[in-house]
Structures are given as structure tokens and as C-alpha cells.
């Protein structure tokens, strides 16, 4: 009893189902907090996207996984499938229209419509200054950091009307503090604030909330380049208060809950998951 208790205060997750469970006032268990929604997840085959793909169905939504390569999507879809979850998933290169096209059809196959979009995807094809990208690395930052993920939301809008859906964007702690070695990418993600608190109020209307995660760094391939830059790395490692790099998992179930209806009166925010506190 005491058990049912403590799973049902904290939404834990329940070693038998693979669902996480949350118990209603009367003690009835219910399917997780996100059954019967369906959530769009790009770049979500490794790292941050996956953690998040993982535990947005462990919490009982149905999730699409996509990136640009075959492979890794049929890795994480087998995964996630194995692990007793329901999930499908289709590559996407969220710069591609025709890619993007094909992610919005594929999340519709399951119930013909869609709760929420975590547009995760992101690239930094240059570790350097600003001033030193060319025009092909602005294109390509941009491209698939700030425009793709408005241009798969208009894609997908209208297949989230009447469900009180949500969006999230990803954005990074090097909006908040640019790093030398970041250039372009940090422009990227502090557009992301700006994108996040328009779309929110666009959205607002159609009571679809936009909010964003801001990860600090995270243990993945995608930061084993910073990790190499001794100096980087070591400034970072004395600058976090937790005194501890962060774990995918870390930022899935801020996710979660942003996507819950505990987050149904939070838009237009950013929140960090950085293991201190970067903004007043
Ligand atoms: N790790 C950090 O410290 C950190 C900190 C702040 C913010 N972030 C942000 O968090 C997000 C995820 O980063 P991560 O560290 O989890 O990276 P990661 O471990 O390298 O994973 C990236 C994922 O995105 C996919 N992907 C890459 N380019 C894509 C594209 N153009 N279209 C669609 N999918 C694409 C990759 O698969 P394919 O190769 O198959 O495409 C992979 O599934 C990014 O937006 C990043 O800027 C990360």
C-alpha cells in the first residue's frame, strides 16, 4: 500500500508495466500521465532526443522517433519496442520539406492526429568564432536549428488542434552564456528564446503551449568535442554547481512534465537543466 503510495506521489516508474504509473484519488492506478497521445520527437535516435523519446512513452504516449539515417532509426525504434513501449519511427533530416512531409505522415498513421512536438534536432558543423563562419555554415545553423522546427510545426498544426497540445523547443545554456568556441551555434540557440516566446503567444490562442528546454552541457557525442578542449572543459566542470556533467535522463523528464497537464498553465518559458543556476 505504502508502495502504490510513493509511486503514485512521485509518477515513478513501475519495474512490471514499463509504464510510469500515477494513482488517481481513489487509489486506482491509471495508464501513464501521457496515454493516449501521440508525441513527435526529431533527432531522437541518440543522446538528449532519445532519453526524452524513452521516457515520453514510458509515460504511456505513443512516440515517433526520427534522424536522418535508416539505421539508427531502426536501432532506437527496436530498442524503445523491446523495452515493451510503443513507438514507431522514420528518418528525417529536419532540413529536408520532403523529410519533414514524411514525419508528419507517419505520426498521423497511428491515430491521425498529434499532442506534442519536441524539436530536439540540432547541429554545430563549426567549432569557431562567429565572424569565421562562412555563409554555408550560417545557412546550415540556422537552417536546422531555428527554421526547421517552425517549419515542421506549421506542418503539423493543423493535426494539433482542439487536443491542448504542446511544443518544445531545445535550446542550450550557450544562449545564456556564448561560448568563444561556439560562434554561430550560439546565436542559433538564443533565437530559440525568441522563437519559443513568439510561438507561445501565436499559440496561445489555440491553447497549444511552447516552452523550452535549455540543457547545459550533457554527457553525448554531441559535446565529446567540447570535452576535448581541456580549458572548456575544465572552466565548465568548476562553474557547475552540482559538480557533475549531465546525463541524458536529466532533461527527459522535464519534458515529461511540460508536456503533462501539471505544466497546463506554463508557456513561453525556458527552462535550464545545467546543474546551476545561469540566469537571475
Ligand atoms: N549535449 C549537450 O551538452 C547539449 C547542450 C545544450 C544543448 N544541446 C542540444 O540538445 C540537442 C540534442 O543534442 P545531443 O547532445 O543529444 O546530440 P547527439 O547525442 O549527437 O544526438 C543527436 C541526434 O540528432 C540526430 N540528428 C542530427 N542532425 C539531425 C538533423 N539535421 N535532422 C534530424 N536529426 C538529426 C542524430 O541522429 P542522426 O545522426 O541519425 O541524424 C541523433 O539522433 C541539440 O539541439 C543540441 O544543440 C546539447
Redesign the pocket.
Known sequence: MLRAAAWGRWGLFHPCTGLSVRMTSSGIAEKGVLANQVAVI?????????AIARRLAQDGAHVVV????QQ?VDRAVAMLQGEGLSVTGTV????KAEDRERLVATALEHSGSVDFLVC????NPLVGSTLGASEQVWDKILG?NVKAPALLLSLLLPHMENRRGAVIL?S???AYMPQVELGAYNVSKTALLGLTRTLALELAPRDIRVNCLV????D????KVLCKNKAFFKNLKENVGLQRIGQ?EDCAGLVSFLCSPDASYITGENIAVSGFSCRL
Open positions: 526529431t533527432g531522437s535516435t541518440n543522446g538528449i532526443g532519445l526520427s534522424s536522418r539515417k539508427n528525417c533530416h529536419v532540413g530536439n534536432a540540432g547541429v536546422v531545445v542550450s545554456i550557450a540543457p547545459g552541457f550533457i553525448t557525442d554531441f559535446s541524458p
